[in-house]
């Protein structure tokens, strides 16, 4: 009977320890909800991903949830939030800076006329004198390999002495150019002169487009595109009118003549899809690309850039290099694409993804973009933004695309929340209060955000719509409507029982 006699003690320790335990228990829990209360106030864009907004209706909710599914909940927000190093600290990723273009690599991804028009683009925007003088340098260079010497006077003129007397007037070269150039534009027509006479249509359609290949190399776009142009009535195979369509969009874009590009697009696609090779393929696409982004078509041009063929390569540097179908088609995509879009057509597209392994930062703002982490992607934007404004092609675009792209981050972060704190919106994506409340006003403005702004608490309430209510309002209306068309349907039928429906007298006319 020795258990018998420690019941009473053993009762009493049990007692003693369920009374520590209601006691300690409140401080416990409320210091936790506390910890949990700071640290989702400290995650920004980083820590929640759109799948994970979609859970979190409210913040509130996530406070009264059970302890265990709230901490899970926290858990998991903090490692989506990015890299957590052993001490709690999110690690900053790197981002490179764009400030200064490296103008020779740049100038080494193009050829021909392309090259020198992107490089004295470049001079002519940039204000860094070094750069200015490195693209004048390369530009005088380049033409100096080719026969344009109406561009080389400019280049000169442009370069004003200050590269040194090895980088002035060369007269001697430009004299010597334009002699062989007449004596040769006088040897091709003739030619052309004598095929004609002949009637033989392929001589004729070659001489034709030697003359063309001739006035592009002087600079002579108008006379080029002719030349190329006049190749159409000659040609006899569908190889012929693909060939004449890719010189003709060539000299198009050269002359900003983008509505011209479209067409002979056209042209090359209709009824040559046999005859169209992977390389030609991805040619096409590009320009119409090029097209619809100069017409600020930017989800047509996004479309055209991802279906931009591997094979494309270095083939068509004489126009655009496989780096700018990643920058084009990316950004374009990000502007005008939904989100499921820009997963199945962006991150899920194996093809596209052989470019935007050519430009990381385009791969990792996309990615950003789609996980929600809107502060880092915005600065991967921000660093990219000088760089962009020197593009020939993209530059009147940026800031359109930028805008675009940021209203779309806005409304994608508030759309999961029935209400936002709009310092931590501003903390994630690095503005000010004031400035984000003007942003957020534009959007509701123009009925982009369902949502009504709290200026003194500094609150964003979403205003969704109440779908129980607006179901059974269709349902009372659509009942309406059948009710009144039933009464109309036994009222017509009760007129003809009863033979009131009204029938025009039938007009007797004489007959034999």
């Given at each position: 009977?020795?258990?018998?006699?420690?019941?009473?003690?053993?009762?009493?320790?049990?007692?003693?320890?369920?009374?520590i335990g209601a006691l300690i228990y409140p401080v416990i829990s409320a210091s936790r909800?506390?910890?949990?209360?700071?640290?989702?106030?400290?995650?920004?864009?980083?820590?929640?991903?759109?799948?994970?907004?979609?859970?979190?209706?409210?913040?509130?909710?996530?406070?009264?949830?059970?302890?265990?599914?709230?901490?899970?909940?926290?858990?998991?927000?903090?490692?989506?939030?990015?890299?957590?190093?052993?001490?709690?600290?999110?690690?900053?990723?790197?981002?490179?800076?764009?400030?200064?273009?490296?103008?020779?690599?740049?100038?080494?991804?193009?050829?021909?006329?392309?090259?020198?028009?992107?490089?004295?683009?470049?001079?002519?925007?940039?204000?860094?004198?070094?750069?200015?003088?490195?693209?004048?340098?390369?530009?005088?260079?380049?033409?100096?390999?080719?026969?344009?010497?109406?561009?080389?006077?400019?280049?000169?003129?442009?370069?004003?002495?200050?590269?040194?007397?090895?980088?002035?007037?060369?007269?001697?070269?430009?004299?010597?150019?334009?002699?062989?150039?007449?004596?040769?534009?006088?040897?091709?027509?003739?030619?052309?002169?004598?095929?004609?006479?002949?009637?033989?249509?392929?001589?004729?359609?070659?001489?034709?487009?030697?003359?063309?290949?001739?006035?592009?190399?002087?600079?002579?776009?108008?006379?080029?595109?002719?030349?190329?142009?006049?190749?159409?009535?000659?040609?006899?195979?569908?190889?012929?009118?693909?060939?004449?369509?890719?010189?003709?969009?060539?000299?198009?874009?050269?002359?900003?003549?983008?509505?011209?590009?479209?067409?002979?697009?056209?042209?090359?696609?209709?009824?040559?899809?046999?005859?169209?090779?992977?390389?030609?393929?991805?040619?096409?696409?590009?320009?119409?690309?090029?097209?619809?982004?100069?017409?600020?078509?930017?989800?047509?041009?996004?479309?055209?850039?991802?279906?931009?063929?591997?094979?494309?390569?270095?083939?068509?540097?004489?126009?655009?290099?496989?780096?700018?179908?990643?920058?084009?088609?990316?950004?374009?995509?990000?502007?005008?694409?939904?989100?499921?879009?820009?997963?199945?057509?962006?991150?899920?597209?194996?093809?596209?993804?052989?470019?935007?392994?050519?430009?990381?930062?385009?791969?990792?703002?996309?990615?950003?973009?789609?996980?929600?982490?809107?502060?880092?992607?915005?600065?991967?934007?921000?660093?990219?933004?000088?760089?962009?404004?020197?593009?020939?092609?993209?530059?009147?675009?940026?800031?359109?695309?930028?805008?675009?792209?940021?209203?779309?981050?806005?409304?994608?972060?508030?759309?999961?929340?029935?209400?936002?704190?709009?310092?931590?919106?501003?903390?994630?994506?690095?503005?000010?209060?004031?400035?984000?409340?003007?942003?957020?006003?534009?959007?509701?403005?123009?009925?982009?955000?369902?949502?009504?702004?709290?200026?003194?608490?500094?609150?964003?309430?979403?205003?969704?719509?109440?779908?129980?209510?607006?179901?059974?309002?269709?349902?009372?209306?659509?009942?309406?409507?059948?009710?009144?068309?039933?009464?109309?349907?036994?009222?017509?039928?009760?007129?003809?029982?009863?033979?009131?429906?009204?029938?025009?007298?039938?007009?007797h006319t004489g007959g034999l």
């Open positions: 009977m020795r258990g018998f006699s420690f019941g009473p003690i053993a009762f009493k320790i049990s007692l003693w320890a369920l009374t909800r506390k910890l949990r209360s700071s640290r989702l106030r400290s995650i920004d864009d980083r820590g929640i991903s759109l799948g994970q907004q979609q859970e979190i209706i409210h913040l509130g909710c996530v406070m009264e949830a059970e302890e265990d599914q709230s901490g899970l909940m926290v858990d998991e927000i903090c490692e989506n939030g990015g890299a957590v190093t052993e001490d709690g600290a999110n690690r900053q990723r790197l981002i490179i800076s764009g400030d200064q273009i490296d103008v020779e690599a740049y100038a080494s991804l193009y050829s021909g006329r392309t090259k020198i028009m992107r490089l004295l683009f470049v001079a002519d925007r940039c204000n860094n004198a070094t750069m200015q003088l490195d693209a004048l340098r390369m530009a005088y260079e380049e033409i100096k390999k080719g026969e344009n010497t109406q561009l080389f006077r400019e280049v000169v003129q442009r370069i004003n002495g200050r590269l040194g007397p090895n980088y002035g007037m060369d007269t001697a070269w430009a004299y010597a150019v334009d002699h062989r150039a007449e004596q040769r534009k006088d040897r091709l027509e003739n030619e052309l002169n004598a095929y004609r006479t002949n009637l033989i249509k392929e001589s004729i359609r070659m001489g034709y487009n030697d003359l063309g290949d001739f006035y592009y190399a002087h600079g002579q776009l108008g006379d080029a595109l002719k030349n190329y142009v006049r190749t159409r009535d000659y040609c006899t195979t569908s190889k012929h009118i693909i060939h004449m369509c890719l010189n003709a969009i060539l000299v198009s874009i050269e002359m900003g003549q983008f509505s011209h590009v479209l067409s002979y697009v056209t042209k090359a696609e209709q009824g040559h899809d046999s005859s169209l090779d992977d390389i030609t393929a991805a040619k096409l696409c590009c320009a119409a690309g090029l097209a619809h982004l100069e017409a600020k078509k930017y989800k047509l041009a996004a479309r055209k850039f991802l279906d931009v063929g591997h094979e494309l390569l270095s083939n068509y540097n004489e126009v655009i290099a496989p780096q700018d179908v990643a920058t084009y088609g990316a950004l374009c995509a990000l502007a005008s694409f939904d989100r499921s879009e820009l997963k199945s057509k962006v991150i899920d597209n194996v093809n596209f993804r052989n470019f935007l392994e050519l430009v990381p930062e385009i791969r990792e703002l996309i990615q950003d973009f789609y996980t929600s982490r809107y502060a880092s992607c915005l600065g991967y934007l921000e660093n990219l933004k000088t760089n962009l404004l020197l593009d020939i092609h993209l530059h009147d675009h940026v800031e359109i695309l930028y805008n675009k792209i940021r209203n779309k981050a806005l409304i994608q972060y508030t759309h999961p929340f029935v209400s936002v704190d709009l310092h931590m919106m501003a903390s994630a994506f690095k503005t000010t209060v004031a400035g984000l409340e003007k942003e957020l006003e534009a959007l509701i403005t123009h009925n982009e955000i369902q949502a009504r702004i709290d200026s003194h608490n500094k609150i964003l309430y979403a205003r969704h719509a109440d779908l129980r209510n607006a179901t059974f309002q269709r349902v009372l209306q659509t009942g309406k409507e059948f009710d009144r068309d039933m009464k109309a349907l036994l009222l017509r039928a009760s007129l003809l029982k009863h033979e009131h429906n009204n029938k025009l007298p039938r007009k």
